[in-house]
């Protein structure tokens, strides 16, 4: 069974920093290219960042280019995403996804995704 | 960026009854479209990839269609189960975006 899940979301003042970790278990990591997805009550949801099988392909949304990093342990079977120089507007649920990959190709699209970690940016 | 739409915000339907939720794309995006539902307090489920392809486990009562810009989530019989909020994403071009959402109640 795919599990992912998420930790590290709290609460952080506005040009602050944090790290959020998904563990994943229950099929090969990196096999998959993983994905983070936010979700807020305002905006809904929105894509964050994808990162390939082996870290070497990345993109980012617009809104958290060049303040979030994403990264992977393959031999912890671990996503991440540092966060920093957050804003009000980042408040919101993160959840960490598998990518959905058919015949050796992964898509932007989140199949499996996990419970999520609430951030709250707020001074 | 490809917005996406969602028609209606919110749905009510009795239980039995055909439900169809409408996504729009503003730019073609191929088949690349899939369908989420939402409960309260939960993480999304896919239930739709590539327009018509139902996931795993996902019942037989849940069916997509569409392509280019116009899709369709249909739930040919609604469940009480199906409570929920149903989302559309793009997956053809990035930013990878998701529509508002659909609220469907149960009447």
């Known amino acids: 069974e795919v599990q992912l899940a998420e930790s590290g979301g709290g609460l952080a003042q506005p040009g602050g920093s944090l790290r959020l970790s998904c563990a994943a278990s229950?099929?090969?990591?990196?096999?998959?290219?993983m994905i983070w997805v936010r979700q807020t009550p305002g905006k809904g949801l929105e894509w964050v960042s994808y990162i390939g099988k082996r870290g070497s392909t990345i993109y980012y949304a617009d809104s958290v280019k060049g303040r979030f990093t994403i990264s992977r342990d393959n031999r912890k079977n671990s996503l991440y995403l540092q966060m920093n120089r957050l804003r009000d507007e980042d408040t919101a649920s993160y959840f960490c996804a598998r990518a959905y990959c058919s015949n050796d190709i992964c898509f932007g699209l989140p199949e499996f995704w996990g419970q999520g970690t609430l951030v709250t940016v707020s001074s | 960026d490809t917005v996406m739409t969602q028609s209606p915000a919110t749905l009510s339907v009795s239980p039995g009854e055909r439900a169809a939720l409408s996504c729009r794309a503003s730019?073609?995006?191929?088949?690349?479209v899939a369908w989420f539902q939402q409960k309260p307090g939960q993480a999304p489920r896919l239930l739709i990839y590539r327009a018509s392809n139902r996931a795993t486990d996902i019942p037989a009562r849940f069916s997509g269609s569409g392509s280019g810009t116009e899709f369709t989530l249909t739930i040919s019989s609604l469940q009480s189960e199906d409570s929920a909020v149903y989302y559309c994403q793009q997956y053809d071009n990035r930013p990878f975006t998701f529509g508002p959402g659909t609220k469907v109640d149960i009447k």
């Open positions: 229950g099929f090969t990591f990196s096999s998959y290219s």
């Open positions: 730019q073609s995006v191929g088949t690349t």
